[in-house]
């Protein structure tokens, strides 16, 4: 069997961070993936590099863990990028990786990459090493691109489908073994690439069931500013997020339950003009509705904060369109909160509607809106449904078990 004292995961797009800013651009649910996977890798006495693409003058190095850090190598002009533009300075960010491991005399029993972008780098870095690669999709650019619909010509100019959808096909070939987070990944790599293999296994994304905790009996509130009762969403602000549907089923709250508020986390420090952009749209559909006095967004939450918004809020509720998994339902759970999850999530094969869970089909402004409603006013259903939450993301979704099948994943195909 082989021993695995030394990994090197890719997460290459975005700001990768140990204490991540998530809901900047390309910054978001991956992040926290591959930092928490990491990091409980490291407690089991694996040595851990996490490389990244080096910008805006940031250190190359940044501890996670004693065992555990972030390793940021230049790649293209020392500026954000987003990551559907980064691909013509790969190549670049291959040949400083490779000297990068060379230089310091390291060898990796494993390289996983994250996405299509680290999929691509680690495709040739494994060529140059000699050595195979893992990889989790994480999202698929043929699905996304079925999902977000749009005029055909403007979403190529935006995501650059052609280019994504070509080296995937490659990649997924070459790669000696995948992750996916739900069988729903498996089968559309069938349907929409023609792809199947027996090294993929299903592994879901954990959650830290440490820090995503009910309140325990004489602990103190963390002070935040919310309404007494309100419904909870924390995302990037994006288009494919659900916010629209989710504020027209709330319209439909307010009628049966005037007092709950809607609380919308998540953003950037400082947003971009495309994050803007998105916002402007959702505030034109709040003036449509009336609902300006109802509706908060709370923009960028700090870490230290947003255990709290789980605990305090009424139910939380996961509105995408797209979503290949959703790990803010999973942390919603382990902190004992009611959850309304969306028919169209990943995450669905892993929850029993109405034991753990309301599944709904978000598109359908009226069953959503009764799904929370329900929630909202049937005391027992909520309590029942909390502590079914709570079962399941410790029973499924520790991060201490989901780091433990990696390494035996790991094994297997080494």
């Not at 919603?332 to 753990?356: K, Q, W, Y």
Request: with cysteine; glycine share 8%.
């Amino acid at each position: 069997m082989t021993n695995i004292r030394r990994i090197a995961q890719f997460s290459v797009h975005g700001y990768f961070d140990p204490e991540p800013i998530l809901g900047r651009t390309d910054t978001g649910g991956q992040v926290t993936y591959v930092l928490e996977l990491s990091r409980h890798l490291g407690r089991l006495g694996i040595e851990v590099d996490i490389f990244t693409r080096r910008f805006e003058g940031r250190s190359q190095f940044a501890p996670l863990d004693d065992s555990v850090r972030v390793v940021r190598l230049p790649c293209g002009p020392d500026k954000f990028i987003r990551k559907e533009d980064l691909f013509p300075y790969w190549p670049e960010f291959v040949a400083n990786t490779a000297a990068f491991m060379r230089e310091q005399n390291l060898k990796y029993e494993v390289l996983h990459g994250h996405y299509w972008d680290a999929g691509f780098v680690c495709m040739n870095l494994s060529e140059r090493l000699g050595q195979p690669f893992f990889y989790t999709a994480h999202s698929l650019g043929a699905w996304k691109k079925e999902q977000m619909g749009g005029d055909p010509k403007e979403m190529e100019k935006l995501y650059h489908f052609e280019e994504r959808l070509h080296w995937e096909n490659i990649l997924f070939r070459k790669a000696i073994a995948h992750t996916v987070t739900t069988e729903d990944g498996k089968q559309i790599y069938k349907r929409l690439y023609n792809f199947e293999t027996p090294a993929m296994e299903i592994i879901p994304p954990g959650v830290d069931t440490e820090r995503f905790r009910p309140r325990e009996d004489g602990e103190a509130d963390t002070s935040i500013e919310v309404p007494d009762r309100y419904v909870f969403a924390l995302s990037r602000i994006d288009s494919n997020k659900g916010h629209v549907e989710l504020l027209r089923a709330f319209a439909r709250v307010r009628r049966e339950c005037p007092d709950v508020h809607l609380v919308i986390g998540g953003g950037s420090k400082e947003p971009r003009q495309l994050e803007t952009d998105v916002k402007n749209t959702f505030l034109e559909v709040i003036d449509e509705l009336e609902l300006g006095d109802r509706v908060i967004f709370t923009g960028y939450i700090p870490d230290e904060e947003v255990v709290e918004y789980y605990r305090r809020a009424e139910l939380f509720v996961l509105p995408s369109k797209y979503e290949p998994f959703g790990m803010t339902t999973t942390e919603a759970m382990s902190c004992g909160t009611p959850v309304v999850v969306t028919a169209f999530g990943g995450i669905r094969r892993d929850l029993c509607d109405g034991e753990d869970a309301l599944l709904v089909d978000v598109s359908d402004a009226a069953a959503f809106a009764n799904a929370m409603v329900r929630v909202l006013t049937d005391e027992d259903l909520r309590s029942h449904l909390a502590a079914g939450a709570l079962r399941t993301a410790h029973d499924k979704f520790s991060w201490q078990g989901i780091a433990r099948r990696h390494v035996a994943f790991y094994r297997r195909y080494l």
